[in-house]
């Protein structure tokens, strides 16, 4: 069931907003990883994508991570993290909504590979931003594909029945 674009109705604002709460819950659970972090919220971006047309999984995915940096305490990230993430969410949404409806395994997978890509690239230059290295922030890149990596094993075949039991609503 699509929601027409650009149309703010109830039931697309609630679902925004739940979809926001879900991304930015699930990336305080993490763990750190050298200097960086694994957490679930790559999980939740994936699954957000499954279910939303690119631009609200972008809203819902950036929103609800860059709320988990501003209240994180992470609050120098945050705007980095809503056009990284945003970013992401959108195209692995375009992926797997060009092909499949994100209800195969073999583009959900490929998608996300490609969205973990743009995370680690989006990261690795904030960092380097944030440094002024090119050299330091490569101490990241492990937490950035460790994060990727669990997101894309848990979103892989749960994400398949998230989206079979949204299209039931």
Do not use: C
Request: hydrophobic share 50%.
């Amino acid at each position: 069931m699509e929601m027409e674009k650009n149309k703010w109705h109830v039931k697309r604002i609630v679902l925004l907003g739940l979809l926001m709460a879900f991304n930015m819950v699930a990336t305080y659970i993490h763990v750190p990883v050298g200097g960086s972090m694994m957490h679930l919220g790559t999980t939740a971006l994936f699954i957000t994508a499954l279910i939303l047309d690119p631009v609200d999984a972008a809203i819902a995915s950036g929103g609800g991570m860059f709320l988990f940096d501003i209240f994180g305490g992470y609050v120098t990230y945050a705007p980095f993290t809503l056009v990284i993430k945003g970013l992401m969410a959108y195209i692995v949404s375009k992926l797997v909504h060009k092909s499949g409806e994100g209800l195969s395994l073999k583009v959900n997978l490929g998608a996300y590979v490609i969205g973990g890509i743009v995370s680690l690239v989006g990261y690795y230059f904030t960092n380097v931003f944030f440094t002024g290295s090119f050299i330091g922030p490569i101490s990241k890149i492990p937490g950035s594909i460790l994060t990727t990596t669990i997101g894309i094993l848990i979103a892989l075949p749960l994400g398949i029945q998230v989206k079979k039991a949204y299209l039931k609503i």
